[in-house]
């Protein structure tokens, strides 16, 4: 399996997504020539090697002479996007992550989607931002893309709605189900657009899978931190991930818990990257109800999974023991209904896919902003999976 892997210690944009290409081994020329396909004229793109913090990385600056516009609308950006000749797996995914920032943008500030006015996103950097990432990531021919945790900033950023805090409020929502952090450095260092680029193509995020690393690329940012300013991008290869695992199995019966903490320790173990925690129900001594929770964790997690439950949970001990667990390769596939994109969990056993799921949350959006049955929304997706050519044999985004 070849997987790309976004190393984001100093968080992500779009330019730095696309310096991180150049600099692993995406041609300079080839990628202005495809950017010339979206008929935007006047852009300039300028590729220059720098140093940050005594580390080499590839700077990328777009530069659009003449260019007086910075807002515009989902429509008019979806239609420089559409009337250009770029490859139609191209034109999906760039017009998928635009759409994604125009439905958290419309649900922040109450507006319907096809009204929301990009700001800062809307000037022609962006859409080459995000159209030279789609592509480029393509020219890898990675069957998977993975993202680590990311380092978000803090402190403040103006921008065209005032003073807003790191992240900003588009970032965030972007960003949710994914793990984030602060170093403590006051700067915005995930761009809406760097969030949406890597929660869209992204599948995993999380450490470093085993890989045999195949090269390795930069991207710099435009800011000189503390830290290097940087993002790093890795090309590798790694067996398949189906089979057998050795994992850890942590449990411990509660009985004198308010059953209000478990929501906010279930959520914060699953932020801990363990691979699933659940809670069945119990009789304990004394006739006592209780729960026995349970956490399932790669086994070099223990020691903090064990002081996280010691911390924040009233119990008094725990047990645990290793298990083998076989389990199936899975991929995230973004597919086009006739509701919207939805993206699908595919689960496969020696190249085949054995079991698909739609991802809920995304249904539940797509039925209230289309106000239609959720389960009419299932259906749709149910439909559109099993008649896909995405999804047999399996799917590489590549041009």
Known sequence: MRIAYFDCFSGASGDMILGSLIDAGVSPQRLKAELKKL??????????????RGISGTQVLVEGRNEKRSHRNLKEILRIVDRSSLASEVKEKS????????????????????EVHFHELGGLDSIVDVVGAVWGIGQFEVDKICVSKINVGGGFVKCDHGILPVPAPATLSLMEGKPIYSSG?????????????????????????????????????????????????LIGTSESTSGKETVAVVETNIDDMNPQLYEYVMERLLTMEVLDVFITPILMKKNRPGHLLTVICPPGKLPSVAEFLFR?????????????????DREIVSLRTKYGNIPFKL???????????????????LALERK?????????AKKTVLGSKKVEPKTRFRR
């Open 372 to 380: 239609v049955p959720l389960k009419d929304v299932f259906e749709e």
């Open 312 to 328: 924040e949970t009233t119990t008094i001990g725990l047990r645990w023991h290793q298990e083998e667990r076989e389990k199936t």
């Open 39 to 52: 008929r935007i004229p006047n852009v300039h793109l300028r590729v220059q090697k720098v140093l940050k």
């Open 347 to 365: 689960a496969r056993w020696e190249g085949k896919v054995v079991n698909f799921s739609p991802e809920y949350d995304e249904c539940k959006r």
């Open 185 to 233: 450095v006051e700067r915005e260092l995930l761009t809406p657009t760097g969030a949406a680029i890597l929660t869209t193509l992204g599948s995993e995020f999380g450490p470093l899978p085993r890989i045999t690393v195949e090269r390795t690329g930069y991207g710099a940012g435009r800011d000189d931190l503390p830290h290097p300013n940087l993002l790093r991008l």
């Open 95 to 114: 017009e998928e992550i635009f759409r994604r920032i125009a439905s958290v943008e419309g649900r922040i500030h109450q507006i319907p989607t096809e």
